[in-house]
Each structure stands twice: as structure tokens, then as C-alpha cells.
């Protein structure tokens, strides 16, 4: 992998290439951000440009280091990720003790260490002031890369001793270049919320069968009956809470577009735009408008412990009285 490869975040790998290629990387960096937007990405190319043996700003896939990279078995690379088999996948001290015992050695293939911690809020207390110690009173030449979707979780402590990088969503053409590079239709990109891994997930998960299904809902509602919506929404509350708010997702998205359809906006789904816009012909703005905010408490309500088929049943009743 090159910098070339990073889908977005530009400012900030410009930043991580200059620091590495000055030699002036911090001794701790925190990578902040929503999860599947690329960060651990970066982080392993930072990892694997800082223990290249060549000085460079990116790792030059040809000496030891970067060969041992490519092999998963660089001596002194420590990666630390929480067990996701277990139900509430943590990350436990004996990660990290067997990590500091490792990094009180001397490296050997690379000028330093690199300790690369993945999902770094789901350490204890106990772990998290572990590094902390670490960090305040380093052993040898070492350098930590946190990487977190939920840095309010860790210490304050730990923070504080750390440089943060913040990873902003990417955008919907920066999803949709990732899903091309990888063989997958595009239009998904709209539904990822800025996350090309929550778009390659909602791909594998039938994620342009419930696109379809949403448009096709929105452009019967004037036919449909009380008995279709039950049992459209029978269907529906069978699937997990995360699909069911993926629904309803794609719907606020869709009635967002159609409201802007017409004024030359750039549109998550832009490929169906002339459907759209016959959508707010035909309904009209205060309905499309009246539909959003119901849409948007329908998706409040699924975060909480609320019956998903009633939810479900008073959005899309209250969605077929109004047409």
C-alpha cells in the first residue's frame, strides 16, 4: 500500500508524510473518527513507513522491514485489537503487559517500535493507565498509534498525552470510488453515511435489495393499503435494530433528495434524481417535509428500547394518511 491508495483525508496524511519524512513523528497519536472511514488504514501505512528502513516518507516495499510487514511477522510491530469473538469484545491487560515487556527490548530490524492499538477505547482503566505510564516515561524509542471511534471513552489522562488526528466521514463520491475499486456497485455509496467499510457491508448484506425496496415503497404510497403497510412492516421489524435503522436511513435520504431535486443540489442518489423529482411533484414539499421529520423519529425511536413493529407501523400509517 501507498498514500496514493488512501481514499480522503488528504490534510491529514500530508501531515503524517511530512512528520515522518522530517523524523518529527509524536512519540503517541490518537486517530479519531467514525468507524469505517479509513483510519486504521492509515494508521498501518504510518506503522509501516516509520519502521521502513529506507528514510522516506512512505515504506519502500523492499527492504527487511517492509518484507516483514507484507509477512505479518515485523518483530517490531505490536498490534493490539479487543477479541471479537466474545460478546463484548474488550482488550485485556495481558495484551498489554505482554506488549511492554516486548517493547523494553531493543528493536531489531527498525530504528524504533511501533505499538498499533485497534479500537483503543475498549481497554480497562487498569490498561489504559498502563500506557499512559509508557507513554509519560518511555522505555527505548517507540511510538503509539490509538486508533478509536469513541475517543470520549478513553482517560482524560491518556488524551492529554496524546496527539489527536480527526478523521472526518468521507464523502459520497470518496465511498463511491472505494466500492468501484473494489468491483461493487456505487450507488450504495449514498446509504454509508461517509463509511466505505459500512458501505462494503451494507453491499454484502443486501443493501441495493432494501435501496430498491425503499424507492419502491415511497412510489406506491398512494396505493397502498392499511394491510400492505402491516405487511411491510411485519417484514421489516424481523430484521436486526442496525437493518431496520439502515431503512429507515435510506428513506430519510431519498425524501432529503427528493425535497432538493429540483434546485440543482447535489443529490445523495443521483441516479434516480428524474424519479425524485416526480416524488415532489406529486406529493409536494409540506408532505415530503411532514414525511422527513417522521422518518427522522422513527429513527430516534429505533435507538432506544422501543417495539420496532410499532414504530414502524406509526411511521408508515401516519406516511399513507398523509397522501
Known sequence: MDWTDIIGHADITRRLRANIAGGSFPHAVIFSGARGIGKFSVAELTAASLLCNSPTEAPCGRCASCRAIRAGNHPDLFRIAPDTSSKNPTIKIAQIREMLSGIALEPMISDLRVILIDDA????????????KTIEEPVGRSAFILVTDRRSDLLITLRSRCITLNFDRLTVEEVARGLKARGLDESIAALADGSLGRAIKLSEEGGLEMRRNVLDVLNRLERMTVEDVFVLTEELSKNPRGT???????????????????????????????????RRRTLGERRIFEMFDRALEAQRRSATNADLRLICDALMLRMIRSV
Open 244 to 278: 431496520v435503522s439502515d431503512w429507515l436511513t435510506c428513506l430519510e435520504k431519498f425524501l432529503r433528495d427528493a425535497l432538493l431535486s429540483d434546485v440543482g443540489a447535489r443529490l445523495y442518489n443521483e441516479d434516480v434524481r428524474a424519479e425524485l423529482s416526480e
Open 121 to 132: 477505547h475498549t481497554m480497562n482503566n487498569i490498561s489504559q493507565n498502563s500506557i499512559l
